[in-house]
Structure formats: C-alpha cells, structure tokens
C-alpha cells in the first residue's frame, strides 16, 4: 500500500499501536480507535484494524506489549466484546472456537464474535501475513440476529479476491489519518469485506453453484468486453480468485465502440 501524507489537522485521539517492526524488519501497522456519538448514531463503528507479517520462528502475537491487555493472549485464548474479521494472506496455523478447530492457510477469513472464547495462531515454522479489522455497534448487531453473522459458521475461504485486500488497505489509509467521516467511511468498506466473504459461500452452499464467473470490464460493462480488459472473480469450491481476460484470451482482435455501431437507416 502506498502512503500519502496526512493532513496534521485530521489527527484524532489514538489509543496505543504505532508502526513499527514485527520481526526482523517486517513492517507492521496497527490502531486501537475512538469514536464520537456523531459515529455511534450511524449503527456501527470501527474499533482497531491493522496488518502484520509474522516471520518464521517468532512467536505469537509479537509486539506484545503494544497491544491492550485483552488482545495479547490471541495464541491461547480471549474473549472480546467486539466482531474481528481476520484475514489471511500468507503462510499457515490454526483457529480454534466453539470447540473447533480449523486449519488456517491463505485466503482464510476468520470470523470473530461478541462473547465468544477464541484463539488463533501461526505455524511457528511458518508465520503468516495477517490483516484485521474490528468492529461494533447495533447493525452488526441485528446481522447476527438475522442470521449473516453466525458464530455457527466463523471459518470461511474466500480465497484471493482483490476486492478484499484492496478494501482492507483502504481501511488502514482511513485509520492512519482520521480524516473527517474517516468512521463512517471505514464501515462502509467493513461491510464490503463482509459482502466479498459472503459471495463465495453462497454460490457455493446456498445456491449449489460449482463455479461461476462474476465479470466487471474495465470499461464500466457489466459482462465481457470486446475491446477492454474484463476483471473475472472465479468462484470454486468456496472460494474466489481473480483473474483478467481480454477479447484476445478468446481469439478477438480488440475493437473500439465505433465498429459496433449500427450505420444509418439507409445501410
């Protein structure tokens, strides 16, 4: 992700979580938020959110000491009073909730609930590259009563869509520089991710689909364009990758907007 400067102005009151290293120079963000009553009244607010990448032979969760005491024991056990979502993006591990344990690999997204005992780390072998993003408030609430947040299913492999990871940066830009509606804009993104993790499971499960191709042209189309890239977000087996594909991939020479149009009445 490439930083942009801050304006001074936009800082906002932080709790504890800098930048700094995580082990052996990987860089590292992290912020525990505040929000105001302005935030409250939008039904939703973002807690903390941040990334790390976890070397090989560190132990879990490293900067210990700059996190707030209920999220340093994440490796053997914690109950929050807030959702997380925690997605995976390198190397392997284990989350264990509600008596169950899952085997963690890229393109996991691991769920998180109010109340609900937890724990989650690494392969010491292996480390991995995780981001998060916490999250509170009364519309999550009424989700989960609903059914579309369910402690009854935590685990999900949504794979390596590019809508996740590009959300997930732009929620740690908000977070960096607390511009105004920098809350309002964060949960919308929130719920994004949320919709992306979603897709993949309802194809899947709900709708019995075996594999799908969600396409969007760079071109504002919404099928496969004749003469512009097409973004593809494959869904199989649960989850979702991202490819692109040009008229070329199909054995089309590009045209332009012009060489379709209709002539006149005449012609």
């Known amino acids: 992700m490439t930083e942009r400067a801050c304006p001074v102005a936009a800082s906002a009151p932080i709790l504890p979580g800098m930048a700094n290293s995580c082990a052996d120079g990987e860089d590292t963000f992290f912020r525990y938020l505040t929000w105001s009553e302005e935030d409250e009244s939008w039904q939703m607010v973002c807690t903390d959110a941040?990334?790390?990448?976890?070397a090989p032979g560190?132990?879990?969760?490293?900067?210990?000491?700059?996190?707030?005491?209920p999220f340093k024991t994440v490796a053997v056990g914690r109950t929050l009073n807030e959702y997380h979502i925690v997605y995976i993006t390198r190397g392997r591990g284990i989350f264990e909730t509600e008596g169950k344990i899952y085997e963690v690999t890229p393109g996991s997204a691991l769920l998180l609930f109010?109340?609900?005992?937890?724990?989650?780390?690494p392969d010491f072998d292996t480390g991995w590259s995780e981001y998060w993003v916490g999250f509170r408030g009364p519309y999550p609430d009424s989700l989960s009563r609903a059914g579309f947040l369910s402690p009854a299913n935590p685990f999900h492999m949504p794979g390596?869509?590019?809508?996740?990871l590009s959300q997930y940066q732009e929620i740690l830009e908000l977070v960096r520089c607390q511009e105004p509606l920098y809350q309002l804009r964060g949960t919308t993104l929130i719920l994004g991710i949320l919709a992306e993790i979603d897709?993949?499971?309802v194809l899947a499960t709900k709708l019995g689909v075996q594999r799908a191709w969600v396409v969007r042209s760079e071109d504002g189309l919404d099928e496969i364009s004749p003469y512009a890239p097409t973004r593809v977000s494959v869904v199989e087996g649960g989850e979702v990758t991202e490819l692109v594909v040009t008229p070329r991939d199909f054995g089309v020479?590009?045209?332009?907007?012009?060489?379709l149009r209709g002539g006149d009445a005449t012609e």
Request: proline share 15%; glycine share 10%.
């Open 50 to 54: 941040g990334h790390c990448d976890v």
């Open 160 to 164: 390596f869509g590019n809508a996740i």
């Open 58 to 69: 560190v132990v879990y969760p490293p900067n210990i000491d700059a996190h707030p005491t």
């Open 253 to 259: 020479e590009p045209v332009g907007l012009d060489a």
């Open 199 to 201: 897709v993949a499971q």
């Open 114 to 121: 109010p109340g609900i005992p937890h724990r989650y780390k």
